[in-house]
């Protein structure tokens, strides 16, 4: 080429390059910057021949023309197709051609490029369109990954790794002659580790600068060939992070500009009006009005709905807005004929995309009211905002039940009736093929949501994000539009140990359905199936990409191939071409599969998710599930009361509204039970359901009941009624019946002579008769043995001769010819024929036989043969043929079967005719016999006629006089039983008098009942349903409501109704009692919650109640108790509901394993009909007396609304009035248990008495119910109503005098309730300590045994008076000892005043505002006050108290004006405050006398000075103006309060030593030392063991990493052995914490198998994870540094032995000398508690340091000489002086250690100070220096240590604080007043009021110049070289917080998504907490916020001014 021509080219060329490279990561607001700087710049350059019109970016450089040319010219044409899926379409706009030429430019040179631009700028599409579409040409395989906040590096090797092939071991590359270029999409999103950086980024960056990565398994290093990474990311915000510029230096970075308003128009409007062309003109017309709407609801919605931390998903993008537009493309040309139509889907479609995921009304009538606008701007139509609501729009395309998808239609759906219609036929037809019935109501909302789901799942690669709290319908609609669509529905079922393989494993079962079965399937998913966040990850990767990486095996890859191969080969896809396949399958799968995401927006986890996975947001149609709206509560409940007959029909009505009354009730109060208490409860639309269905069950049930009950005595009544009537009738029978029954008599008589004449006469002939008929009889036995023998003889012969004759039968004429043909025949046929010529009378030659053979008449001659007649001789000449052994029919049959049956006749005719010459003879004898016979049987005949005659007259005789007979009988039986009846009849009425009235009376009461039972029933249901989880106080509060509710909508109620009248059974009452349940109310009704609601009982259960009464209750039926952390739970739990047996599972935390849902949800269906459950992967058979119980030992557990929505949570923490109850009985039983036990057997009597007249008057009515016929005659009824009578009257007055005994009893009883009361305070202010500290647990088990052990070792006494004195005291006491051992020093003075002041409170000596005034002041910042007079002496501080004391509290009315007009002294002890001074001269005169005020009296107002306040105030009311006066002595005056009001000893730190606490434990119960820093009970364990004899009987461990095993074994060798063991450390093994409290639980379960002698003790620091359980039930000790001189040396002294310290060659000089060293040490460990100023550092000196210390001593001094010099040095140098680092300290720690150990210290008159209250006594024994000892004062003055009286005071205002901060800490919270600000609010002023606070930064530029100045050698001033440092170092602190700010303001208002970093600061400034990544650029500070804040301003300002 010419060079002349060649110049420019390349000139031009190299401007083009420039432009892009320099300036491509430009942002588009800076473009025109750039362009004129680089036109400066090549301004002399002749050759660039740079464009005059349009700037450089619009152009590029065309080579044919050789110049710069416009990109619009190159851009393509659209054409649309119908056939290419929406997201498939790119319509080219300059962007797509511009940024696609230069990736396409940069990839063909192997250079990296990274596209930036905020989301949705179309970063991924121009990528994705280039690579695809160049890929064949270019010889590119292109890769997508796409990043979240959770991938990983090992994953995303996994990723590249897989799609590479191998070539050699350590080289991978792209496949032969091609070219990877893998491209990363949101490359910053994953989120930092701990140190910053992103793994899956600094893989890439290795790979960038290495080309390889390293093998993960076995460490060699991988080459990588023919790979190039290209990259797309938004920029940092919202959870995606900066990325490090080492990794975005080998990338050339392109920024993609907001596509222009006008380029948005034109893409979509392309699609449009291509799509629309086949409709009509009108609908044509509107696509230009459609697209500009979209476009500008779309700018609008970003720029005004901005994702504030509360709307986090209102994130719009380009995405929605070309979902928008996809909606509009599901228009049908049949259906959208016009403008209207077109419109309306319009706006149905921005209403789905935008207005869905509105949370709430407000922004949704904000939406609303756009609309209409764009329906008047862009439409000409007019819309109502309103209209939206009131006719909702609604599109679909299931109105066809059963149409297949290409006959289906998307139409409006505006007739919503006949909609509803069609969702129940969907839901019925769903019922019948699902196995799990879904019960839905149909109101518009539930209507709207099913219809959005089934849209967003129609529409290919369509996905949901269902958010809303649990239990608002979102997984049932889900279910329910799956099935109207006909697709598969897959949710995965969690099982135990469900882990990231499972779910996998599930995904495959996806891609199969989807992908290779072609199904359309919808994968339903909800946030409690999250075991891992990793399942997201994978989900997102679906929702992005459809591709899972790493998901296949290579033998389930090759499977998803071959299942797709033949689709693909439709699709013209050539059956080689795996990787065209496998994206086929991809594609297919992403087409098909609808991922419906249902989430939870309560707590923060639905917004980080949102953060951390982007595509939830930006792949998925959010539908947001509002609270059900009031309309849909009514619809609801109105819909299921329709069919229920409650007796009124408008009682439907008002009942369905008194639901939605309840409903909104429990919600307002779980809100105020946050405020107060802290405490979680939750409502959700499921509780509701939950109320509806328990109400119609339960009203049912009860219903029944009653109306059998009544109708049982009504029954009774109606017999009582009947007898009376019957009484009546008997009376007038009996009259009438007498003379009837005398003639009766006579007739009887007269009939009975005529019978017996009659009689003699017919026995005559009876005579005659009787004896002929014996004759006869004779006659006749004889003829018939006769004929008997005959017969048997014939019966002989005769079958022979049948068998014969058969045999003939067989014959016919062709085998006699057979026989004829033989001219010689055989000999036994020859013998045949002679026997049978024989008996035919012919010759017995062959051929006589063949003439006999050839008759025609043969077979008829022998048939008719006369056989019984055959002559002798024929027989004779017959014989030797029959005797012929020959002649036999088998032999002969041999031969002929003619011959056969012949030879079978003869035979049959011999023996016939042998056998007829016996019979003939007899025969004949016979016949003559029977003449004979014949001849009498006449005679007899005539005879017993003649008898019959006389007979039969007799028998009607007879029967005349027998019916005589009968009825005078009769008669007289009447008369009998009437006069039995009667008297019966008196009995009964007698017996039943008072039953009548009684039952007349019950009639009433139940009919009154059973009309009220529609109101009772439901307050009663909306307990069980709603108020478990409130305490007592909350519960009367919502019964109250309900109630009132109730009768303000008159709905018939009972006044005064609780839940324990109507649900509860006394008996079952009383038997729960006796099973451990404690007897107060609370109590009581918790039992109804548990044993009446539908839902499993969940139970909040700190102090252990309801588990021991469960385990009693359920005992006897085999309860099994489980864990979750059981490995095997769920195999018992099968079992269990196998075959019906109740489970209890303890120690739930706050989530449930998904494992339970199917139980918890009852979930059982019926198959084959056997109830069965899905339990994991298995059906199991579920038996229905299966009872699921769960407690949980968290004493304010959070449940979210899904755990709220499975179980009935029941709050069975213990009240004080119930522990008060619990704890009387106890006293009682102990003081008095000849009256416990007669109570207690009255209870029983009374209970048993009760039972038995229920019995009786049961079984009366029973009888009187089954008794038939007349009542009188069932003696049995008669006789129990008579006994019962008697047993009723003696019982009903055995009641009565047992109430009277009852009544004696409980006054006795009742005056032990002050040592119950007393009890129930201190047990409540012990458990209060476990949320001081976590190892302050105590438990109610322990603490009842404690007490009652107290009173029973207490000291006896006679006068009840004296003897409750003594209980109250020794129980505080004991309490006090025992408790307070196990705290620390710090919290002790906090327990005795906390236990001082309740006891006080309760007797009503403080008074809440007193209380509350103590802790918190007065409330409010700015009052208005009086103002203050103006003297020197009175601080606006003290006249502000002052005027809140008089404003707050009565008692200190006037104490503002009497402070300056009187002295004031408060005295408390020998503490005096004045708050004023003793002299002033504005005082007035000395007030008089104060005289006390009556009860009830008020100080008059008369403006009169009263003074004498420290006489005029109780004792707390003292302490209280201490508080306001002088805050810093209320740690003083609150020992002195306690001391007053408790005794010294509750000021003092109980003594402890191993003894005591040795004797406290046992083989069951460890012993726990609970350390502090700087302490080791290891050394006092050690000489324990040694005084025990147990020196080789211990084993100790300390515990860590793996040491549970260790420890495990040595306890189980330790308890056979009966050995000690000492764990040590408890705190350093998380992990094995579970399995220890196993193993102590295990002793408790089994004490039996354990060694006597066993004994446990462990240590640990405090921590959360000890367990409880173990903390509850063993002796706890602290060991600690005490506090306070005098304890410090008391300890020491407690600790050496008296051997040590007397004897010793030294004498006295050695005992002092060892007090000085303990003194010593106590100093130094005292000094610490003033800060800064006792030691610049805190170090932890400890016992061992003064053990080692004196055993130095020893050392040393053993020959009775003292080295001074040696002694110094090591104690102050080494064993003390080796912790101290800082060198003020170590010379602070040797003038101290001077004071007390030195030459001079062992002068007799030496002082440890200059009070001389302090010095080394000259005693000898120990014994003496303890006692010494504790005369120390409690408090130390501050002289001791050498400091000013100053430095106390701010010491003691921390200690005051801290002291009063506990005890608020425990306090229940007060409700503030309504109208708080929202946290959004707070955080945003706080945020606000810090920036303006802080300077932007300190400017050095503007400081003193001679502060830079150097000296003469040159050098600065070595300060300014650290002042230009610390600036540097505040500097960037500002920077970093006014960044941090300046962001989180921009996140609240929703400008930017809020990230993680921003979410704790969020957090931190909630909790008044300086946020964690400001304190890790700032200096060490402990400073709340607040003063934090003002610290670093102050700071600032100091190094300000220093410049």
Not at 272 to 283: C, S, T
Not at 1552 to 1569: A, D, R
Request: hydrophobic residues 40%.
């Amino acid at each position: 080429m010419d060079p002349n021509k060649l110049h420019p080219v390349i000139a031009t060329t190299f401007v083009f390059c420039y432009v892009w490279c320099i300036g491509g990561n430009i942002i588009d607001a800076n473009w025109d910057a750039f362009d004129s700087y680089v036109r400066t710049q090549f301004e002399d350059c002749g050759d660039a021949k740079l464009p005059n019109n349009g700037d450089l970016w619009s152009c590029y450089m065309d080579f044919e023309t050789r110049r710069m040319d416009l990109w619009e010219r190159i851009v393509p044409t659209f054409k649309y197709n119908k056939d290419i899926p929406f997201f498939e379409m790119l319509v080219p706009t300059v962007d797509t051609v511009r940024f696609g030429y230069l990736l396409e430019k940069f990839l063909a040179v192997n250079y990296s490029v990274l596209y930036t631009g905020g989301t949705g700028v179309g970063k991924s599409v121009v990528a994705r369109g280039l690579l695809n579409g160049i890929a064949e040409k270019a010889s590119y395989v292109p890769v997508f990954i796409n990043f979240s906040a959770q991938t990983s590096s090992n994953r995303t090797q996994e990723m590249i790794e897989g799609k590479l092939e191998k070539k050699r071991k350590n080289i991978l590359g792209a496949p032969k002659d091609k070219r990877i270029i893998i491209f990363v999409d949101d490359l910053n999103m994953p989120k930092l580790d701990t140190y910053g950086s992103q793994p899956p980024i600094e893989l890439l960056r290795q790979y960038q600068d290495f080309k390889g990565f390293y093998d993960r398994d076995k460490l060699f290093w991988k080459d990588i060939q023919d790979v190039t990474i290209a990259a797309a990311c938004a920029p940092p915000g919202g959870g995606r992070n900066p990325v490090t510029p080492r990794f975005v230096r080998h990338f050339a970075m392109l920024t993609i500009p907001p596509p222009a308003e006008h380029s948005l128009r034109h893409m979509f409007k392309s699609i449009l009006v291509g799509f629309l062309a086949d409709f009509p003109q009108a609908v044509k017309e509107c696509a230009e009005g459609i697209v500009s709407a979209s476009v500008e609801i779309y700018e609008r919605m970003r720029a005004e709905l901005l994702p504030t931390p509360a709307k986090s998903h209102y994130v719009f993008n380009l995405r929605d807005l070309s979902k928008c537009v996809q909606g509009v493309l599901q228009a049908d040309v049949g259906v959208i004929r016009d403008q209207n139509g077109i419109f309306r889907l319009f706006c149905h479609e921005a209403l789905r995309v935008f207005h869905d995921r509105l949370i709430n009304n407000e922004d949704k009538s904000y939406f609303h009211q756009m609309m209409s606008e764009m329906a008047g701007k862009h439409f000409s139509q007019t819309l109502e905002p309103e209209s939206f609501v009131t006719t909702p729009i609604i599109f679909g395309d299931f109105m066809k039940v059963g149409a297949e998808p290409a006959d289906r239609v998307y139409e409006e759906l505006n007739n919503y009736t006949k909609l509803r219609n069609v969702l129940q036929d969907y839901l019925d037809d769903f019922n019948m093929s699902s196995s799990k019935e879904m019960k839905l109501v149909f109101f518009m909302d539930a209507i709207e949501h099913s219809s959005r789901i089934a849209r967003m799942i129609r529409q290919q690669r369509g996905n949901a994000l269902l958010v809303g709290v649990g239990g608002t319908g979102k997984q049932s609609l889900t279910r329910l539009a799956a099935h109207m669509c006909n697709y598969r529905c897959f949710q995965i079922e969690l099982s135990r140990g469900y882990d990231y393989t499972a779910f996998h494993d599930d995904l495959k079962k996806l891609y199969e359905f989807a992908g290779i079965q072609n199904e359309n399937t919808v994968f339903l998913f909800t946030d409690t199936q999250i075991v891992v966040e990793e399942f997201l990850e994978d989900i997102n990767n679906i929702l992005n990409s459809g591709e899972v990486p790493n998901l296949f095996e290579p033998d389930e890859y090759e499977r998803l191939i071959i299942g797709c191969r033949p689709g693909a080969k439709e699709a013209g896809i050539a059956e080689g071409n795996r990787d065209a396949i496998y994206e086929f399958a991809i594609n297919r799968v992403r087409n098909n599969l609808h991922i419906v995401l249902c989430m939870s927006p309560v707590g923060s986890a639905f917004r980080s998710r949102c953060r951390m996975f982007p595509s939830l947001v930006n792949c998925c149609t959010i539908d947001w599930f509002v609270e059900w709206p009031r309309e849909a509560l009514l619809g609801v409940s109105t819909s299921f009361f329709n069919e229920v007959d409650l007796g009124r029909d408008e009682l439907r009505a008002k009942i369905a509204e008194m639901c939605v009354e309840i409903h909104t009730s429990v919600s307002d109060m779980a809100e105020r039970y946050y405020a107060e208490l802290k405490r979680r409860y939750y409502t959700t639309p499921t509780s509701y359901l939950e109320l509806i269905n328990l109400y119609l069950t339960m009203l049912e049930t009860k219903k029944r009941q009653l109306v059998l009950a009544r109708d049982r005595v009504k029954n009774g009544l109606t017999k009582i009624l009947e007898t009376n009537e019957l009484v009546d009738n008997m009376q007038v029978e009996l009259v009438a019946l007498e003379p009837e029954l005398k003639k009766k008599s006579v007739d009887t008589d007269a009939l009975m002579e005529r019978l017996s004449v009659d009689q003699e006469k017919a026995d005559a002939v009876r005579k005659v008769v009787m004896e002929d008929e014996a004759v006869a009889k004779v006659k006749a036995e004889e003829t018939q043995a006769i004929a008997d023998d005959a017969q048997k003889d014939l019966d002989e012969a005769l079958p022979a001769l049948e068998a014969a004759v058969k045999a003939l039968d067989a014959l016919d004429k062709s085998d006699i010819s057979e026989l004829r043909v033989f001219t010689k025949p055989p000999e036994l046929v020859q013998t045949v024929m002679e026997a049978v010529c024989i008996l035919m009378g012919a010759k017995t030659d062959w051929g006589s036989a063949k003439v006999v053979l050839g008759d025609g008449q043969f077979l008829k001659k022998l048939y008719d043969y006369d056989k019984d007649n055959v002559p002798d001789s024929i027989l004779k000449k017959l014989k030797k043929y029959i005797d012929n052994p020959k002649f036999q029919p088998e032999q002969v049959e041999k031969v002929s079967k003619a011959c056969r049956s012949m030879c079978m006749w003869v035979r049959a005719v011999d023996l016939y005719s042998r056998v007829y010459r016996t019979v003939e003879p007899k025969r004949q004898k016979l016949a003559a016999a029977e003449a004979e016979l014949e001849a009498v049987m006449t005679t007899l005949r005539e005879k017993q006629a003649k008898l019959a005659d006389v007979e039969k007259k007799i028998a009607t005789l007879q029967k005349s006089y027998d019916d005589s007979v009968s009825e005078k009988r009769t008669l007289e039986k009447k008369l009998t039983l009437t006069a039995a009846r009667l008297k019966r009849a008196s009995k009964l009425t007698t017996a039943l008098a008072d039953e009548k009235v009684r039952w007349e009376q019950n009639v009433k009461d139940f009919e009154l009942e059973i009309g009220n039972v529609v109101g009772n029933v439901f307050v009663a249901a909306a307990c069980v349903a709603y108020y478990g989880a409130f305490t007592s106080n909350y519960r009367k509060e919502l019964v109250l409501r309900w109630v009132e509710g109730c009768k303000a909508l008159e709905i018939p109620i009972t006044e005064g109704m609780d839940l324990i009248s109507i649900l509860a059974d006394p008996f079952e009452i009383r038997q729960w009692n006796t099973d451990g349940l404690p007897r107060d109310q609370v109590s009581t009704e918790n039992a109804i919650l548990v044993t009446r609601g539908r839902r499993w009982p969940l139970m909040i259960d700190p102090q252990d109640q309801a588990n021991r009464w469960i385990r009693n209750k359920e005992g006897r039926n085999g309860l099994k108790v489980i864990k979750l952390t059981d490995g095997n739970f769920l195999r018992t739990l099968e079992n269990c509901i196998r075959i019906g047996m109740p489970v209890l599972l303890e120690e739930l935390g706050e989530t449930l394993d998904p494992a339970l849902e199917p139980v918890l949800l009852k979930q059982t269906f019926t198959q084959g009909g056997r109830l069965l459950i899905r339990l994991g992967d298995s059906d199991i058979e579920y038996d229905r007396n299966f009872q699921f119980y769960m407690t949980t030992k968290m004493a304010n557990p959070h449940y979210l609304p899904e755990v709220c929505i499975k179980v009935t949570i029941i709050n069975f923490t213990v009240t004080k009035s119930g522990l008060e109850d619990q704890l009387l009985s106890d006293v009682v039983s102990l003081e008095r248990p000849d009256l416990e036990q007669q109570r207690n057997q009255l209870i029983v009597r009374i209970n048993a008495d009760k039972n038995q007249l229920k019995q009786i008057e049961d079984r009366i009515l029973k009888l009187l119910f089954e008794s038939e016929g007349n009542i009188l005659d069932n003696e049995e009824l008669i006789n129990t109503l008579n006994e019962s009578k008697v047993t009723s009257g003696v019982i009903t007055q055995r009641l009565a005098e047992a109430e009277k005994t009852e009544e004696k009893i409980s006054t006795a009883r009742e005056k032990y309730r002050p040592v119950a009361t007393r009890g129930s305070v201190m047990y409540f202010v012990v458990a209060d300590m476990g949320q001081v500290d976590p190892m302050y647990q105590f438990s109610l088990k322990y603490f009842k045994n404690l007490f009652n052990t107290t009173i029973e070792v207490s000291e006896k006494a006679d006068d009840l008076q004296k003897r409750l004195e003594i209980l109250l005291e020794e129980t505080t006491k004991n309490v006090y000892e025992n408790v307070a051992r196990g705290l620390f020093e710090k919290d002790k003075l906090v327990f005795s005043f906390m236990l001082c002041a309740e006891i006080m409170r309760q007797r009503g000596d403080i008074s809440v505002e007193e209380w509350n005034f103590f802790l918190r002041g007065a409330a409010g910042m700015d009052k208005e006050r009086p103002h203050k007079p103006d003297h020197d002496w009175l601080k606006l501080a003290l006249w502000n108290v002052s005027c809140d004391l008089h404003d707050v509290l009565p008692c200190f009315k006037n104490v503002h004006k009497e402070l300056v007009a009187t002295p004031i002294c408060v005295q408390m002890g020998d503490l005096e405050v004045h708050p004023n001074p003793k002299e002033w001269s504005g005082y007035g005169h000395e007030p008089p006398e104060w005289k006390p005020l009556a009860e009830g009296e008020e100080i008059p107002d008369d403006g009169k000075i009263r003074g004498h306040w420290n006489e005029r105030l109780t004792n707390f009311q003292k302490l209280v103006a201490i508080k306001a006066f002088a805050e810093e002595k209320v740690v003083f005056a609150v020992t002195n309060f306690v001391r007053e009001n408790l005794g010294q000893m509750f000021v003092e730190s109980p003594a402890v030593n191993l003894q005591t606490l040795y004797e406290n434990m046992n083989k069951v119960t460890p012993l726990v030392f609970v350390l502090s820093t700087g302490s080791d009970p290891m050394g006092a364990f050690l000489r324990f063991a040694k005084e025990m004899g147990y020196s080789d009987k211990f084993q100790a461990i300390s515990l860590g990493q793996g040491q549970g095993p260790v420890a495990e074994k040595l306890i189980t060798a330790a308890v056979k052995a009966g050995e000690w063991v000492f764990l040590q450390n408890c705190h350093l093994a998380a992990s094995w914490m579970l399995s220890m409290e196993n193993i102590v639980k295990g002793f408790g379960e089994q004490p039996g198998d354990i060694h006597e002698d066993f004994r446990l003790f462990l240590s640990s620091m405090p921590a959360k994870i000890f367990p409880v359980t173990v903390l509850q039930n063993s002796v706890k000790v602290t060991n600690e540094p005490p506090k306070g001189l005098r304890a410090n040396i008391r300890r020491a002294f407690t600790e050496i032995t008296p051997q040590f310290f007397e004897e010793h060659i030294l004498g006295i000089n050695w005992r002092r000398i060892v007090f000085g060293v303990c003194f010593f040490h106590a100093i130094i460990q005292e000094r610490k508690k003033f800060g800064p100023l006792g030691w610049n550092i805190k170090y932890e000196f400890n016992d061992s340091d003064r053990e080692c210390a004196l055993l130095n001593l020893q050392m040393f001094c053993a020959d009775g000489e003292i080295p001074w010099d040696t002694l110094v040095y090591i104690t102050g140098e080494i064993t003390y002086g080796g912790r101290v680092t800082d060198a003020w300290d170590q010379r602070c720690l040797r003038t101290v250690l001077r004071s007390f150990f030195a030459p001079y210290t062992l002068e007799l008159d030496y002082k440890y100070s200059q009070s001389g209250r302090y010095f080394a006594p000259l005693y000898d024994s120990i014994d003496e220096y303890r006692k010494y000892i504790e005369d120390f004062q409690l408090i130390d003055e501050p002289e001791i240590f050498g400091m000013h009286e100053n430095a106390n005071i701010a010491f003691q205002r921390q200690e005051t604080g801290s002291l009063v901060g506990t005890i608020i800490d425990v306090q229940p919270r007060m409700a503030g007043g309504g109208g708080g600000k929202s946290s959004d609010d707070i955080v945003y002023e706080l945020a606000e009021s810090i920036l303006e606070k802080l300077m932007d930064k300190i400017d050095l530029d503007e400081a003193r110049q001679e502060l830079f100045e150097p000296d003469e050698k040159g050098r600065l001033n070595s300060l300014t070289t650290v002042l230009t440092q610390e600036v540097d170092r505040f500097n960037k602190l500002l920077k970093v917080i006014k960044n941090s700010l300046n962001q989180l303001l921009k996140a609240i208002k929703g400008f930017v998504v809020m990230s993680e970093e921003l979410e704790q600061i969020y957090t931190a400034f909630l909790n008044n907490q300086v946020p964690g990544m400001w304190a890790n650029a700032a200096y060490p500070s402990l400073k709340p916020l607040a003063s934090w804040v003002k610290d670093l301003v102050l700071r600032c300002g100091i190094l300000t001014k220093s410049t």
